[in-house]
Structure formats: structure tokens, C-alpha cells
């Protein structure tokens, strides 16, 4: 016998071997002795003909799509030569093909485990550069559209409301199984070649965009799914890992732009301003600055706090967004149009006929301005122009909302307030009341509440000299007393206001 295959017992690399049965073989590898009768006990002797004829009919049933057959096939030629990983790889396809072929879905892990066994197995065999290579461009182009199978996969059956959670869930297993990529011996795998890994960082920038979906916001059905924290958080640190990983592969990688999520966005916003024109239409009196309340108007605001609240999410939480995206920047605007209408105060009828002012309570005001000043920051950096407008229009329109009905309702009775406010009656606590939403819509002119003040502050000031005005009128009523006034639950935020508002006017002024 002058030569023969063979795998080193000791350490698993693939022999090509030639002398006499009788002599005692040095493994090239680990240097150890080998003898040819311990090849042949130890099972580590190759039949190399029958592992041909095994690979080929393998071959015959995989092209006729009988996945089964070709399996068995390609298992017999792996249990031949350990090392072959050639039928490793397609003893794996087989069956992600059978699967599919069968309707099932085929997760990452099976996926990950196509490149990862047969890796581990070329890492054992001296098979020439040029077939590796080729070898590896195949297997990394077949992972890559198999994970794009399983993506779109994933977006169709999951795309529906009651399925919207766990198509997250499925998103984020595909980002953990496909992490064992990023750990790939880079010299076995030939990262180095800009064309072998291009595949894999495709791949990578597939897993990424499910990533982008597991943190986005979603509508559908007419249903909200916001993103559940301890998701994005795994999700995010995820996405750092994939970053991190094309970017070592590539310098030049650019951050993939989730430009349908920004769409959906876009679309959303849209909705929901057709919900506002509507009510506005149909439940308001623009003249009077009278707005009806009850279901509508509580559809209407929810729309816009989910709204700004997506918009939010989508320009500086999402995976992937820079500042300066253009379809982020164009989105910030909306977001401001939303405060906006959450901020500004509604004005209605009660049961009894009287007047409710209706101003955004301070708890809600500065959860919701600790996202605008966000907005405004990013927005003075792209269009410091549209954002001056904004503000000013907002400034503007809450100071004319707040005008009108304080001239019409407590500026033409202050004459009564001494009685009132002695008798405390049925209309001490309305004026008080009145006043004090007055006062709170001022709020959001406040520098506490929204910092950027580069606009013209006109329409600014004069709101806070409004809420100034007011908060005066709910001292006299309550007998300059401001230890009552403190210690009422609904007034408790008065003084500290109050004191803004004297300390932003001297500044503006």
C-alpha cells in the first residue's frame, strides 16, 4: 500500500499518509507515533472510494430535492472521513431544506450551525486555499440568504397585532444564536477576504435590522406596541456587538438606516393629524376657543402622545440612527406639532354649564418636556429656523387660549372677589380653579420646562405675565396664605411656579 487518508488520533487533522503497513507513522501535526493497525481499531482509517460513491449519490438525491435520502447519504460519507466538510455542510443543509421544504421554520441556530460545524472541520484538513475559499463563499452566501428567509419569515407571520410580541422575541433569539458569528476563527473562516465576508457582513446587517424592529414602535390594527424596556436594552447592547463586529471587518461600514421603520413612522404622524384636523372640525369652536370634551378628545390626545412618543423613539432611540439621518430630521418637526397640542389647554362645558380650563397637569408636563428639550436641541442643530416658528406658534396660541378666557371670565367679575373670597362659596372654588389652570398653562413657557429660548420670546413673556397676572388673583383669593395654598394637593406645585415665572420674566424682559 504506498498511500492512503487517514486522521491522527491524537490531535484530528487529516493525514495523507504513504509507506508500508508495517511502519510506524509521525503525525506532521502533533509529531505523535502512529501505527496503521491503530488507524484501523481507532476507526480513523478513510475508505476514500466508498466515500466518493456515498458523496455522490448524496448529491443525486439532493438535486431531486429528496432532502431525506440525501441526509442519510451525506451522514454515511461524515461517519467515513470525520474531517470531510464538504457533507458536514451538506448533511446541515439537508435538513434546513427537509424543514422548509416541510413548512417548518428554520431558526438561526441552524443556520449558525451550517458555517460553524464545517469551519471546524476544514480547520483539520490541508485542502488547498482556492477550495476553502471557494467553499467558504458559498456556505457564508447560503447562510446569508437563508437568514434573510428567516427575517422576512419572521416579518409576515408576526406582523399582526396579537403577534407583534413575539415576532420581538423571535427577532432577538435570531440576534443571540447568529452572535456565535462574531466569534469565528477569523484566519480559518478567510475574514481577511473582502469578498468571503461580505456574505457575513450582510448577514450581520440583517440580524441587525430585526434588532431595529425589536425597539421600534409599532401600529397595527389600530393598536400601539410600545417596545418593552428590558428588550431594548439586551437588544441594544445586541446591536453593539454586530457594530463592532462588521466594523472590524469593514472600516468603511455604514450604520444600516431602518427606513421602512422611519416610514411607518411617517405614516403614523400623518394618521394622526388627520385625527386632529377632524376634531378639531367637528368638536371645536376656534372663535370662542371652546372644544368639546369626552371620548373624542381623550382619542385625540392619546393619538398625539403616542405620536410624539414614537416619533421620540424613532429619531434617538432606534438602533442605528445618527443625527443628521434626513428622514429622522424630517420627523422632528411632527414631534414639536404634537407637544404642541399636548401642552396646550382645553377649554370646555361642564355638566353645570360653567367653564372648565383644562391645563396639562405638571407631573405629565415634564415627563413629556424632558423629551422635547431633546428635540428642540437636535432640531436648533439642523433647522434652528422651523424651530423658532414652532415654539412661536405654540407661545402664541396658548397665550391668545389663555387671554381670551381669562379677560372673559375673571377680569369682568374682580370686583366680586372680595365677596367671594370671604364667603367661599360655589364661585370662590370655580375662580380658583380657573386661575390655577391659568397658571399651569404658563408652565410650558417656563426655561425650567423647555431651556431653548434663541426664538423671539415675545408671545413667550407674555404668556408668563399672563400666568404672573393669574397666579396673583389665586394668591388674593386664597388671602396671600400660602401655607394653605400648599398644602392643598391640588395647588402644592403653586409657589414653586409662581417663583419661575417672577425669575424667566426679569430674565427675558
Given at each position: 500500500?504506498?498511500?492512503?487518508?487517514?486522521?491522527?488520533?491524537?490531535?484530528?487533522?487529516?493525514?495523507?499518509?504513504?509507506?508500508?503497513?508495517?511502519?510506524?507513522?509521525v503525525?506532521p501535526f502533533?509529531?505523535?507515533?502512529?501505527?496503521?493497525?491503530?488507524?484501523?481499531?481507532?476507526?480513523?482509517?478513510?475508505?476514500?472510494?466508498?466515500?466518493?460513491t456515498?458523496?455522490?449519490?448524496?448529491?443525486?438525491?439532493?438535486?431531486?430535492?429528496?432532502?431525506?435520502?440525501?441526509?442519510k447519504?451525506?451522514?454515511?460519507?461524515?461517519?467515513?472521513?470525520?474531517?470531510?466538510?464538504?457533507?458536514e455542510?451538506?448533511?446541515?443543509?439537508?435538513?434546513?431544506?427537509?424543514l422548509?421544504?416541510?413548512?417548518?421554520?428554520?431558526?438561526?441556530?441552524?443556520?449558525?450551525?451550517?458555517?460553524?460545524?464545517?469551519?471546524?472541520?476544514?480547520?483539520?484538513?490541508?485542502?488547498?486555499?482556492?477550495?476553502?475559499?471557494?467553499?467558504?463563499l458559498h456556505?457564508?452566501?447560503?447562510?446569508?440568504s437563508?437568514?434573510?428567509?428567516?427575517?422576512?419569515?419572521?416579518?409576515?407571520?408576526?406582523?399582526?397585532?396579537?403577534d407583534?410580541?413575539?415576532?420581538?422575541?423571535?427577532?432577538?433569539?435570531?440576534?443571540r444564536d447568529?452572535?456565535r458569528?462574531?466569534?469565528l476563527?477569523?484566519?480559518?473562516?478567510m475574514?481577511?477576504?473582502?469578498?468571503?465576508?461580505?456574505?457575513?457582513?450582510?448577514?450581520?446587517n440583517?440580524v441587525?435590522?430585526?434588532?431595529q424592529?425589536?425597539?421600534?414602535?409599532?401600529?397595527?390594527?389600530?393598536?400601539?406596541?410600545v417596545?418593552?424596556?428590558?428588550?431594548?436594552?439586551?437588544?441594544?447592547a445586541?446591536?453593539?456587538?454586530?457594530?463592532?463586529?462588521?466594523r472590524?471587518?469593514?472600516a468603511?461600514?455604514?450604520?444600516?438606516?431602518?427606513?421602512?421603520?422611519?416610514?411607518?413612522?411617517?405614516?403614523?404622524?400623518k394618521?394622526?393629524?388627520n385625527?386632529i384636523?377632524?376634531?378639531?372640525?367637528?368638536c371645536?369652536?376656534?372663535?370662542l376657543?371652546?372644544?368639546q370634551?369626552?371620548?373624542?378628545?381623550t382619542?385625540?390626545?392619546?393619538?398625539?402622545?403616542?405620536?410624539?412618543?414614537?416619533?421620540?423613539?424613532?429619531?434617538f432611540?432606534?438602533?442605528?440612527?445618527?443625527?443628521?439621518?434626513?428622514?429622522?430630521?424630517?420627523l422632528l418637526?411632527?414631534?414639536?406639532f404634537?407637544?404642541h397640542?399636548?401642552?396646550?389647554?382645553?377649554?370646555?362645558?361642564?355638566a353645570?354649564?360653567?367653564?372648565?380650563?383644562?391645563?396639562?397637569?405638571t407631573?405629565?408636563?415634564?415627563?413629556l418636556?424632558?423629551k422635547l428639550?431633546?428635540v428642540?436641541a437636535?432640531?436648533?442643530?439642523t433647522d434652528?429656523?422651523?424651530?423658532?416658528?414652532?415654539?412661536?406658534?405654540?407661545?402664541?396660541?396658548?397665550?391668545?387660549?389663555?387671554?381670551y378666557h381669562?379677560?372673559?371670565?375673571?377680569?369682568?367679575?374682580?370686583?366680586?372677589?372680595?365677596?367671594?373670597?370671604?364667603?367661599?362659596?360655589?364661585?370662590?372654588?370655580?375662580?380658583?380653579?380657573?386661575l390655577?389652570?391659568?397658571?399651569?398653562?404658563?408652565?410650558?413657557?417656563?426655561?425650567?420646562?423647555?431651556s431653548?429660548?434663541?426664538?423671539?420670546?415675545?408671545?413667550?413673556?407674555?404668556?408668563?405675565?399672563?400666568?404672573?397676572?393669574?397666579?396673583?388673583?389665586?394668591l388674593?383669593?386664597?388671602?396671600?396664605?400660602?401655607?394653605?395654598?400648599?398644602?392643598?394637593?391640588?395647588?402644592n406645585?403653586?409657589t414653586?411656579?409662581?417663583?419661575?415665572?417672577?425669575?424667566?420674566?426679569?430674565?427675558?424682559?
Amino acid at each position: 500500500m504506498s498511500a492512503f487518508h487517514a486522521i491522527c488520533p491524537s490531535c484530528g487533522k487529516s493525514l495523507y499518509l504513504e509507506s508500508n503497513r508495517e511502519d510506524v507513522y509521525v503525525c506532521p501535526f502533533c509529531g505523535k507515533n502512529i501505527t496503521f493497525s491503530e488507524l484501523m481499531t481507532s476507526g480513523n482509517l478513510i475508505d476514500v472510494d466508498r466515500a466518493k460513491t456515498e458523496y455522490g449519490r448524496a448529491h443525486e438525491f439532493f438535486e431531486q430535492g429528496d432532502f431525506k435520502a440525501a441526509e442519510k447519504c451525506f451522514d454515511k460519507v461524515r461517519e467515513i472521513d470525520k474531517n470531510n466538510f464538504f457533507a458536514e455542510y451538506f448533511y446541515r443543509l439537508c435538513n434546513i431544506r427537509f424543514l422548509r421544504q416541510s413548512g417548518k421554520l428554520c431558526g438561526a441556530e441552524f443556520i449558525v450551525g451550517l458555517i460553524e460545524a464545517p469551519l471546524a472541520k476544514m480547520g483539520y484538513t490541508d485542502q488547498p486555499e482556492q477550495i476553502k475559499r471557494g467553499f467558504l463563499l458559498h456556505v457564508f452566501a447560503e447562510a446569508e440568504s437563508l437568514i434573510n428567509a428567516l427575517y422576512e419569515t419572521v416579518s409576515n407571520l408576526f406582523s399582526k397585532a396579537d403577534d407583534v410580541a413575539t415576532g420581538r422575541k423571535e427577532f432577538l433569539a435570531m440576534a443571540r444564536d447568529c452572535r456565535r458569528l462574531t466569534l469565528l476563527d477569523r484566519r480559518t473562516a478567510m475574514l481577511d477576504d473582502k469578498e468571503v465576508c461580505s456574505h457575513l457582513i450582510m448577514l450581520c446587517n440583517t440580524v441587525m435590522n430585526g434588532l431595529q424592529n425589536v425597539v421600534a414602535y409599532k401600529y397595527t390594527d389600530n393598536r400601539m406596541f410600545v417596545p418593552d424596556e428590558s428588550q431594548y436594552d439586551e437588544a441594544r447592547a445586541l446591536f453593539g456587538v454586530y457594530y463592532h463586529f462588521v466594523r472590524s471587518l469593514d472600516a468603511e461600514y455604514k450604520l444600516p438606516r431602518p427606513e421602512q421603520i422611519f416610514k411607518e413612522n411617517s405614516d403614523y404622524n400623518k394618521l394622526t393629524v388627520n385625527v386632529i384636523d377632524k376634531y378639531r372640525s367637528e368638536c371645536t369652536d376656534r372663535a370662542l376657543h371652546i372644544c368639546q370634551s369626552g371620548a373624542r378628545l381623550t382619542d385625540m390626545l392619546y393619538h398625539c402622545r403616542s405620536a410624539f412618543d414614537y416619533t421620540y423613539n424613532t429619531v434617538f432611540n432606534s438602533l442605528g440612527v445618527r443625527s443628521g439621518a434626513s428622514a429622522g430630521d424630517e420627523l422632528l418637526p411632527d414631534a414639536i406639532f404634537f407637544a404642541h397640542e399636548l401642552v396646550k389647554p382645553r377649554v370646555y362645558k361642564a355638566a353645570d354649564g360653567q367653564l372648565v380650563f383644562d391645563a396639562a397637569d405638571t407631573k405629565t408636563l415634564r415627563d413629556l418636556c424632558r423629551k422635547l428639550n431633546v428635540v428642540c436641541a437636535e432640531l436648533e442643530r439642523t433647522d434652528r429656523n422651523r424651530l423658532n416658528i414652532a415654539l412661536e406658534e405654540m407661545y402664541a396660541d396658548i397665550f391668545e387660549i389663555s387671554r381670551y378666557h381669562y379677560t372673559e371670565v375673571v377680569q369682568s367679575v374682580r370686583r366680586e372677589f372680595p365677596d367671594i373670597r370671604i364667603q367661599k362659596n360655589k364661585q370662590y372654588f370655580f375662580y380658583r380653579n380657573f386661575l390655577y389652570g391659568i397658571v399651569c398653562a404658563g408652565v410650558i413657557a417656563l426655561t425650567q420646562s423647555v431651556s431653548y429660548d434663541k426664538h423671539r420670546t415675545g408671545d413667550r413673556v407674555k404668556l408668563l405675565r399672563l400666568s404672573k397676572q393669574a397666579a396673583e388673583d389665586l394668591l388674593y383669593l386664597f388671602n396671600y396664605k400660602t401655607e394653605e395654598i400648599e398644602n392643598a394637593p391640588k395647588f402644592n406645585d403653586f409657589t414653586r411656579i409662581y417663583g419661575f415665572i417672577n425669575t424667566d420674566i426679569k430674565a427675558m424682559s
